[in-house]
């Protein structure tokens, strides 16, 4: 028996997490699942939006299962992944057959450092103006760049590019440009890297020559959210936080205030994210069912109204479900 | 008599400098043109790529003319904009008929804070790690955001953007934030914002959201690459770095060693950086004859070879120059 932690969290997150279960629950699978409080609602209640108690919940977990937080977004999941070190973050993106996006053949995956540079929290006022501190430590470059080399290889993927912008920023960028090339010499893979500006450029002008790619936190932040949009948005973007102890999934998209409620949330990047997580537990068939069966319902015109379909949330999870049963 | 300082630097700044001047000297404006050393050749000769000389005819410049130069980059163009306090960065995307590109219906200007944030050069070495400051001042933010307002009223534009990530950064991208909508009261104009992760994604799907856009340095020299990407590459993007007192003008590019020497770059970036420049210099009118020749010559197909034609970078502009007599 497995121990999932499921934090649903604000706004959508409390649809698109429903959604995913519904496929999960549907199909047996060896799972308690344990809700969790956080998020902004949390905080009204309680007064923190991530309570000890989760916290807790989640050191006892498997796996945590995420949706999405509203305004303490910040307070919950940048804590989350410096609580439990969930150091790094995955997050791929790909075309898929009946989303219109602007590239059909994008297939790639961000290994975004989840855990350092700006997103420390050491910040300053000073005077009238404001300080912040960029961290990036020789233990976090190499624990990050072995996971991206390692992540490459166990996938069949053949090229690692570094995103950087060690022109400007020679000590901290620098480091990790050296250690990125010192650990590439173990590996039977190909390396190279773009200073960040020109990585986004050419991200949007021929995303088809990336495979791989390893950044630091906050670049990796822009660059998975520009990733998504190549491939047709948020709705599809899912992630995995991976530490050495624990791991958290979760779409890339926040809690949506402007379309929560209306139970018309593309569960799509949640469902995904899920699929990562059965990955990860040890169930890789039961991923790829799933994932199969999403490809399917949706290249069918089967979506929710963000893909053109006329799909509710929960309508859409029971069509995936019952294409499961099929494939 | 205007006195041009020119740099043409490295790589194609030698290629694209020229024959931007062989359009200007061909149209009898009354500048005088004093070239100047900078870059990696420079440093070569002179053990430094910003020689004291070339700083000092730049502060008795009308207005520095800019190429490219190579691995020297952040030690010229960065110290340049530090040393002349060049506080706004300029960088307009607009689609161009004839030029292969994502969108055709792009039309923005990012206004980059140009002397500090992650530019500042306060970085450390901390052991075997590394500590870079983010420096954001009020100053900073007041007059790089007033120039954007400022900017957006003067050319008719409707709405200014700020990108932050003042949902992590609470302290720095907060000032930035905060000073935005402050300064916002005093104009006409549409303000809004975006987390810098969601505006990049939304630059992906719908640029046409986007009109003006004012952020700080890092997240700026990001965004120009990336909307540049939109509108077909580098080869197009022009910039102006201004100051209250001195004013320079360059291609966004770099000096591209992989083509340089063969006299095939597109000297467009450049040309349009020139223009630019007239109007910067009170020359609006030959700025819009120059700008109208251009894309006369484009979208008649007459391009270099990055655009799908077979001119000569000279050879490119001696048919803007002829365009700009019949225009
Ligand atoms: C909500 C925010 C703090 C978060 C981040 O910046 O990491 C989000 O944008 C993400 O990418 O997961
Ligand atoms: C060369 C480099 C230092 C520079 C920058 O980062 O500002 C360049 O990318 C730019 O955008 O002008």
Redesign the interface.
């Known amino acids: 028996m497995k121990k999932i932690v499921v934090i649903p969290g604000d706004g959508i997150g409390k649809e698109v997490i429903p959604a995913t279960l519904h496929i999960l629950q549907g199909l047996d699978l060896p799972f308690e699942y344990v809700y969790a409080e956080a998020g902004d609602e949390c905080f009204e209640k309680y007064g923190t939006p991530l309570p000890e108690e989760t916290l807790e919940l989640c050191k006892e977990s498997d796996a945590i299962l995420f949706g999405a937080v509203g305004?303490t977004?910040?307070d919950v999941i940048?804590k989350l992944r410096q609580e439990l070190d969930l150091f790094a973050n995955v997050r791929p993106a790909k075309s898929m057959r009946g989303v219109k996006c602007?590239y059909d053949n994008v297939d790639l995956v961000v290994v975004r450092e989840n855990t350092e540079c700006?997103?420390k929290g050491y910040?300053?006022?000073v005077g009238?103006?404001?300080?912040?501190?960029?961290?990036?430590?020789?233990k976090?470059c190499e624990r990050i760049v072995k996971f991206a080399f390692e992540f490459a290889k166990r996938e069949g993927r053949k090229k690692v590019t570094a995103l950087h912008?060690a022109?400007?920023?020679?000590?901290?960028c620098?480091?990790f440009k050296r250690t990125f090339y010192e650990i590439a010499r173990n590996y039977d893979i190909e390396a190279n890297d773009y200073y960040?500006?020109?990585g986004?450029?050419?991200?949007?002008?021929k995303p088809w020559i990336f495979d791989v790619i390893v950044t630091t936190n906050?670049?990796g932040?822009?660059v998975?959210?520009?990733t998504?949009?190549?491939v047709g948005?948020?709705g599809l973007a899912p992630s995995a936080n991976i530490g050495e102890r624990y791991a958290l999934f979760e779409p890339v998209h926040g809690s949506a205030p402007d379309i929560a409620g209306k139970g018309i949330a593309n569960p799509t990047a949640t469902i995904l994210s899920a699929c990562m997580m059965l990955r990860h537990l040890g169930f890789s068939e039961v991923a790829e069912k799933i994932e199969k069966a999403l490809k399917k319902v949706i290249a069918e015109g089967k979506t929710t109204p963000d893909l053109g379909g006329n799909l509710k949330t929960m309508e859409f999870a029971e069509e995936v479900l019952k294409a499961c049963r099929e494939v």
């Open positions: 305004e977004a910040a940048v602007l700006l997103y910040e300053f006022d009238d103006s404001a300080v912040a501190m960029r961290v990036i430590t020789r976090g912008k022109n400007v920023l020679k000590k901290t620098g480091l960040i500006d020109a986004c450029l050419y991200l949007v002008t906050l670049f932040d822009i998975s959210d520009l998504a949009g190549l948005g948020l």
